[in-house]
């Protein structure tokens, strides 16, 4: 340990969204266990995007955190107003103070923190539009005097965008260091150019503990018959082409029924994502619902949903017990191969491509898009099934390594927060 670093440091956690998505919840926690060995004084707060609903405040956070929310400012857009002329006056002077306006109510945690870490996976890519949001928060950190690192991140690609790849490489190279959690994403990075603030480490994920809960009695007796667990999210759909949601409701009920008629096992549909929005488009909860619904009801007695109510932790331990688990959210899948469950990963993006990859050296327990069909699915469950052992054996051999290098990160962490210090 280098003398001289004061362990008593606050970090602060940014760019995460709700924990009705459990994998922004695993993150966390999987961060809090690595920092909490290195860090043993640390203080922690967390900035979250959505509103939680009081049932997960309750059950879901934790209390070595302090939680705020992230309640960004528009520009205001009343012509006659005060603050609109303020505003305007403000972008002629600092164009870049006008971009990071919208972050002001969060500043004074922000000034608290000795170290910002953005989280949430995957902010830094095009999956969800263009991340300009992301970049102006890190410019705002940056603007605070606090260092900036990208904790855990698949980043990219912006290849579909030349010119944005232009902006996104040079901001890039800007933040304190890139914690790359895969191998896709390093290789990604070094093509364009960014490497000198890259390391590469794993999922903060990969280090979070399981949570013993009741889970009920149907669900018991089907994981002591070899259940399959099965995540199949909404978003999945756009990347099917399905553009009508009833589609992509319909094509999930064939491949449910197809493992019920392929496989003795039981099934169990594992919400990950359970935004109580109005729109439910988020929602694995509601989806899986709508999908086991549909099962004629010979069918459905032999599949069940776990309910909301279950946070990351204690999901993962149901995950835990599975036989065979086929997912699509990322720390669905993160939660079983942690647990060393031989694992079907249902890929849309470079994050789950890269995670497989580095724990099997090929894409074997990787189905795309594009080549998603109930047959395909079957065909690739009853391969891990015939080499079960092997596999869970496989992942045995190969967790100590991944956790390692997700504490890494923690260390390097520290290096980086005292060599700040010192300059």
């Not at 809090?32 to 059950?59: H, M, R, W």
């Not at 309640?71 to 972008?91: A, E």
């Not at 605070?144 to 991140?153: E, F, H, M, N, T």
């Not at 960014?194 to 009741?214: H, I, K, R």
Request: with cysteine; charged share 25%.
């Amino acid at each position: 340990m280098e003398k001289g670093i004061d362990l008593s440091i606050n970090i602060c956690f940014l760019g995460n969204g709700s924990y009705g998505n459990r994998g922004c919840e695993a993150i966390i926690r999987g961060s809090v266990k690595a920092l909490d060995t290195i860090f043993p004084n640390c203080e922690f707060s967390n900035a979250y995007f959505q509103d939680l609903n009081p049932d997960i405040k309750s059950g879901f956070w934790d209390s070595k955190i302090s939680y705020f929310p992230n309640k960004f400012l528009n520009p205001p857009k009343d012509l006659n107003s005060l603050k609109w002329w303020r505003f305007k006056f403000m972008s002629y002077i600092s164009p870049q103070r006008a971009k990071t306006f919208r972050f002001t109510s969060i500043s004074s945690q922000v000034k608290k923190s000795s170290v910002v870490l953005m989280v949430g996976g995957d902010n830094y890519s095009l999956d969800y539009g263009y991340p300009n949001t992301f970049f102006s928060l890190n410019n705002f950190v940056h603007n605070l005097d606090k260092p900036v690192v990208l904790w855990g991140a698949s980043v990219g690609p912006f290849s579909k965008d030349t010119q944005y790849e232009e902006y996104a490489t040079k901001e890039l190279k800007k933040v304190n260091r890139i914690y790359a959690r895969e191998s896709i994403t390093i290789k990604y990075l070094q093509s364009i150019g960014v490497e000198e603030n890259v390391l590469g480490v794993t999922d903060p994920a990969f280090l979070m503990e399981t949570e013993e809960t009741q889970f009920p009695y149907e669900i018991d007796q089907m994981i002591n018959y070899g259940a399959i667990g099965v995540n199949i999210s909404p978003m999945l759909g756009r990347y099917l082409r399905k553009e009508q949601a009833s589609d992509w409701i319909a094509f999930t009920k064939d491949i449910i029924y197809s493992i019920t008629e392929s496989f003795d096992s039981p099934v169990i549909l594992i919400p990950h994502v359970t935004f109580q929005t109005p729109d439910h488009k988020s929602d694995d909860y509601v989806f899986l619902e709508k999908v086991r619904n549909l099962l004629p009801d010979e069918t459905r007695a032999r599949v069940a949903l776990l309910g909301r109510n279950y946070n990351a932790a204690q999901t993962k331990m149901l995950i835990s017990r599975l036989k065979i688990f086929v997912g699509a959210r990322t720390h669905s899948t993160i939660a079983s191969l942690s647990s060393a469950v031989p694992t079907l990963v249902l890929s849309y993006s470079i994050k789950g491509r890269g995670i497989i990859q580095d724990l099997f050296e090929d894409d074997q327990w990787l189905i795309e898009p594009s080549d998603l069909t109930p047959k395909t699915i079957c065909e690739k469950i009853d391969a891990l099934i015939k080499t079960e052992t092997a596999v869970r054996n496989h992942l045995k051999l190969k967790l100590p390594s991944v956790k390692a290098k997700a504490m890494f990160a923690a260390e390097d962490l520290r290096d980086l927060i005292g060599k700040n210090r010192h300059e």
